[in-house]
């Protein structure tokens, strides 16, 4: 699932990167791929130019790779302070 919303993300970056776009359009469209895809999102740091309309992206391998050693695992908490049999 990650994947994929990574995957979908990074090429609607680099799509909006070729496009001419105002800034203001380009910030929509950010700001919308952010709402599309929140948990790869946070796996890509993106830099927007404060006067022209264009940005930079790089993916966070340290970030991805914390993500993935976590992938699958999961806590499980209880109020039980003993077990019955």
Do not use: C
């Not at 994929?4 to 469209?29: A, F, G, I, S, Y």
């Not at 404060?50 to 209880?78: A, N």
Request: net charge positive.
């Amino acid at each position: 699932m990650r994947r994929q919303q990574l995957k979908k993300l990074w090429n609607r970056l680099h799509e909006l990167q070729t496009r001419k776009l105002r800034r203001e359009e380009l910030l929509m469209k950010l700001g919308a791929a952010r709402r599309q895809a929140p948990s790869a999102w946070r796996l890509v740091e993106v830099e927007v130019d404060k006067t022209r309309p264009m940005f930079t992206y790089r993916l966070k391998k340290d970030k991805l790779r914390q993500v993935r050693r976590r992938e699958g695992r999961y806590l499980l908490r209880s109020n039980l302070t003993y077990i019955t049999e």
